[in-house]
């Protein structure tokens, strides 16, 4: 019975690393071609020139493009209102299938891993001891309300996009320190990244699509297009382009614990999401020929600040004496090995993360440097799960400096 009972949690473990790793793909090749479509035509619109030949101009385009690429050479053309004395092209081409699909995977991968796994990766009980159902409460909620609040700040300063921009900026910097203050430090990234993200697919599903359609539907019926939808759909498109480069330096933030499991770790989350609005407004100056090299200059200082205020430190706590191997094989088998082991017994978990066991002494030790490294961290054990005190991160501290 017990034996059958294993083997159904591990298939169950093994079926979520599958569809946690499709789904993972599928989210990468969405948010490509979403942000690959997003990027070209915001240098398309910020490049156009004057059209060449007045027939053009007559024709209604209000600018164009030529570009090589691929063995041929190409012409845009924007008809801000549509084409004049002529109808409006029947198959036009939509890009929103894209934003979508992107939206719809990863929330699909923040229910598999966050939800799912709330008690691992969702939940820090040294942040605050939440129930699972509390920790989704709050997954959801910042998404939801995240979109509320900032669709109802642009409606209410209308027409002010410089103050609107630096209060969505004191938003973000809110919803990062609040997050911290309630999730697991790698939770708190994610979730930052998903409220914004939202609010990205949000703009296309609710202003800019159905604004679009209105304005095609006008020209079809040949009468002046209300400018109103393309205004609002053309400051949701750049909230987008600006939202862009945070959002996926997040997607990554995972990989590099130095980063989010920081004591300050929403402040150096700000800090780079900075730098990265600055990187993208160098080139979206630099596609209408006033690129602005103070940007990015700026961008690499603040992201080389925060290589220094990263910098490893000190663990807390002090071990005077040397660490035998048996003091190291009893903190890794009562706080590691329950998830890196041949078969671990962490619910979760078919297999040690990243293959990594530390069940005998040769395996610690040929993992000595990551070891160090993460518990130093504090990014392992996950969630603190197994409640690692600051005393034994200082005894692998010490156990490592030995080996060296």
Not at 87 to 97: D, I, M, N, R, V
Not at 360 to 366: E, K, M, S
């Amino acid at each position: 019975m017990a034996t059958r009972l294993f083997e159904s949690y591990l298939m169950e473990a093994y079926l979520l690393d599958w569809i946690n790793l499709l789904l993972r793909w599928l989210h990468l090749i969405a948010g490509v071609a979403w942000i690959g479509a997003s990027f070209y035509f915001v240098m398309l619109d910020s490049s156009l020139s004057r059209p060449a030949r007045a027939q053009d101009e007559q024709r209604g385009v209000t600018g164009e493009l030529w570009a090589v690429h691929g063995g041929g050479v190409y012409q845009s053309q924007k008809f801000l209102l549509g084409p004049v004395g002529e109808p409006l092209a029947e198959k036009l081409h939509w890009s929103k299938w894209e934003a979508y699909t992107t939206w719809l995977s990863g929330m699909g991968l923040l229910i598999v891993i966050y939800w799912f796994g709330a008690g691992t990766y969702l939940i820090d009980a040294q942040v605050m001891a939440l129930s699972p159902a509390g920790g989704i409460a709050i997954s959801a909620g910042v998404i939801v309300v995240g979109w509320i609040v900032y669709n109802l700040l642009c409606q209410a300063m209308k027409g002010r996009d410089s103050a609107l921009a630096g209060v969505l900026f004191a938003l973000v910097c809110l919803v990062s320190w609040g997050l911290f203050q309630l999730l697991s430090a790698r939770a708190a990234y994610l979730h930052t990244g998903a409220m914004m993200g939202s609010i990205m697919a949000a703009n296309v599903f609710f202003h800019i699509i159905p604004g679009q359609k209105k304005v095609v539907s006008q020209m079809r019926a040949g009468e002046t297009p209300d400018a109103e939808p393309g205004i609002i759909g053309k400051q949701r498109s750049v909230h987008n382009t600006y939202f862009t480069l945070p959002v996926l330096f997040i997607m990554i933030s995972s990989h590099y614990p130095m980063t989010y499991s920081h004591e300050n770790g929403w402040l150096v989350l700000i800090f780079i999401m900075l730098a990265g609005v600055l990187i993208r407004q160098y080139f979206v100056l630099r596609h209408g020929g006033n690129a602005n090299p103070a940007l990015p200059a700026v961008a690499v200082i603040l992201l080389l600040s925060m290589v220094w205020y990263l910098s490893p430190k000190a663990v807390d706590g002090t071990v005077s004496a040397a660490v035998s191997e048996d003091q190291i094989s009893q903190i890794m088998n009562s706080r590691c090995v329950s998830c890196h082991a041949a078969s671990p017994t962490q619910p979760g978990f078919a297999e040690a993360p990243l293959g990594l066991v530390f069940e005998t002494p040769a395996q610690i030790a040929q993992n000595a440097a990551r070891i160090a490294t993460t518990v130093q961290s504090k990014y392992m054990p996950i969630g603190n799960l197994t409640g690692m005190t600051d005393q034994e991160r200082a005894v692998v501290a010490t156990w490592f400096a030995q080996q060296q």
